[in-house]
RNA sequence: CGGGCCGUAGCUCAGUCAGGUUAGAGCGCCGGGUUGUGGUCCCGGAGGUCGGGGGUUCAAAUCCCCUCGGUCCGCCCA
């Protein structure tokens, strides 16, 4: 036998009924972010490799995590590791007016070695609103992130929010604190020292113990914040008061993405035990457009990941109802000739219907209509065929058959199914 | 990239420590009991290069080495 392949390391295949959850948890995104006025985006899996490169070269995902390789025309392209710069790129392409609201679903790409939560292939939904740089713009995409969640079902969620500032508060602070920690390095972790300098903020945001009880009276950038960047991180405050969002201020929070400016946020699932338990994270980025060669254009949005919603889901027991499987199955012992055309006749009226195969015994087939879920079966057996009728029978119930003219099928299962409906 | 645990039937696992007759169970699947009727029950059946390679041995699922994969932690992130 030839060998058998698998699925690549940190890749998984997604069958049903499992993927039925995916179609939910995706029909959910598109609701909510459709009825804000957030159309769908799709842009290519793969760019040059340079559109996430001028994500910052500080940014783990970009400097060593990328999914990157040479075409046939030897262009250095990247597998897409996250969603916001493809975002912008094409934004940056087609100069669309303003605000450009989008939502977008997509696989992401980063070379790393998988755990719970956490592959090398993942998929995240996510949202973006590019070319205003109003507060309560951050504020719509938080709380309509929110409120996905909400209708997801899922009740364990925090926020954490956090202020960058202004381009030039972050960078400020970046340098206040480094040289804050650089007369400190004894006391960190041994660990986290390389980070002191080059990357300063994500010390603070170390769970290593050591380096916590250090930094507990570092200085906190929001503290330093000028006054634009103070104005609008109240904004965004005092928004997600007005429409319910709970939040908590962490001004230690950091973010893999070094582009983010003013908000940044993360929810976090507390059902998830796990390492890896953000559900969803983003912030605003008012110099990306212009680092990838385009106008200045603020920009704010988010990714969120759909593996680990479903994992919070399964903790939570949420989005467990899904809608798989059909209304009516055929069951046809005659030869296949009336299993064929009645589930088409069927199909083609609007009723979802399937049958067996294989021309198999009536015993065989019924258990395959049990399994399958279905509400209906339809029986025709010789004796059907020569009155020209189909038996009905109520899977549910299991109680009774009717026998129905062939020519009125169609509408007595319409009439049959809705009545159901209301059950 | 550093470390722990685990790979036996489609799935969940026993058997591995103390090597030894045709490698087992439950569930699932297929068939029969009911020559046209599912879900319960009964009977039977199919299905395994014991992840892969090498080594030790008269003999390896079992011991040793390598390798691939899974899983979990650190790190990082969704």
Redesign the pocket.
Known sequence: MAEMFQAP??TRDILPPESDRWQALVAVFADVFGRAGYGLVQSPMFEDIGVFQRLGEG???VRKEMYDFFDKGDRHLALRP?GTAPVVRAFNQHRPTVPWKVWYLTPCF?Y????????RQ?H?VGAEAIGSADPDLDVEVIALQHDFYRALGLNSLTLRLNSMGSPGDRQAYGGQLAAWLGERLGQLDE?DRA?AAEHPL?VLD???ERTMAAVADAPLITDGLSADAAAHFERVQAGLEALGVAYEIDPRL????DYYTHSTW?FAAGALT????????GGRYDGLAESLGGKPAPGVGF???I??ILLAADAEDALTETSGGVDVFVVD?TGGDAGRDLTFELRRNGISADRSFDA?????Q??????SGARLAL?V????VAAGTV?L?D????EG?TSVSRSEVVAKLAAKLAEGGKL
Do not use: C, I, Y
């Open positions: 390391k940190g940014t783990e995902v996250e980063r790393e070695e998988p755990q719970a939560g956490r592959f993942h995240q660990a980070n994500r170390s769970k290593r950091v973010r893999g993405l993360e796990s390492a890896q338990n953000a559900v969803g994270g990714g969120a990941g593996e680990r012992v198999r015994s009536m015993k065989a019924m258990k395959v209509a049990d399994r029986l057996g010789e004796d059907e038996t029978r899977l549910r119930s299991g058959q």
